[in-house]
């Protein structure tokens, strides 16, 4: 149980076009979702955390208007990096927190790797 | 605040030798701790947490860890390590800050076994 998964799961797109990937926890209803960022070699940074029906709370530092977040379920959260730019190129990681736990486990989805040419 | 410490961003043992991965880490209320294990290219996959029961956790592969709250830390073990454990290893802290969960993740530490 608790599989997310994430779509694609890899992504070639050229510079100035947005790309969205899609983030779907697949047995279970997630309220909270988060997005991940990783470099290579580097840890995750999370970019944002997505709640269900509300708007998206981003970390310091995170461009709200190019990396827009849709929570519209309880399932599926996307995230869309618009006017993709060749620095935007990374490893995206989303993770779900399953409703009504009172742990602070997050399931995390296979990664989704943007390449921006 | 909250943050954690990796003391080892590389470690290499020899095959059927013990682990040792060090987690250090700082949070102004009882956190929650994890050890996550990432292969190339992977998403991340969940070893073991530690949510205030036991503070000797046991987790899957034969993984454990120890949380220590004197010493702040939540080393992660193993007795003897296999060819397959050789990936990216990342310790996590997740605690309520202003009344919302704030997860921080450990720069990784990357285990080498070594046939």
């Known amino acids: 149980g608790a599989v997310v998964s994430q779509h694609p799961s890899w992504v070639i797109c050229k510079s100035g076009t947005s790309v969205k990937i899609e983030c779907r926890s697949l047995d279970f209803q997630a309220t909270t979702m988060f997005w991940y960022r990783q470099f290579p070699k580097q840890s995750l940074m999370l970019m944002a955390t997505s709640n269900e029906g509300s708007k998206a709370t981003y970390e310091q530092g995170v461009e709200k208007d190019k990396f827009l977040i849709n929570h519209a379920s309880l399932t599926l959260s996307t995230l869309t990096v618009t006017s993709a730019h060749p620095e935007d190129s990374s490893f995206y990681i989303c993770?779900?927190?399953?409703?009504?736990?009172?742990?602070?486990?997050?399931?995390f989805g296979p990664g989704t790797r943007l390449t921006v040419t | 605040a909250q943050s954690v410490t990796q003391l080892d961003s590389h470690v290499s043992v020899s095959e059927g030798t013990p682990v040792l991965l060090r987690c250090n880490y700082s949070?102004?209320?009882?956190?929650?701790l994890f050890w996550y294990v990432q292969h190339p290219n992977k998403g991340l996959q969940l070893l073991l947490k530690?949510?205030?029961?036991?503070?000797l956790v046991k987790g899957i592969n034969g993984f454990e860890a120890e949380f220590k709250k004197s010493e702040t830390s939540f080393h992660l073990t193993k007795p003897s390590a296999h060819m397959s454990d050789a990936a990216e290893y990342f310790c996590v802290v997740s605690g309520l800050i202003g009344g919302y969960q704030k997860v921080t993740f450990g720069t990784g530490t990357k285990l080498q076994v070594i046939p």
């Open positions: 530690y949510t205030s029961a036991a503070t």
């Open positions: 993770s779900a927190r399953a409703l009504g736990t009172d742990s602070y486990e997050q399931y």
């Open positions: 949070s102004s209320y009882s956190p929650s």
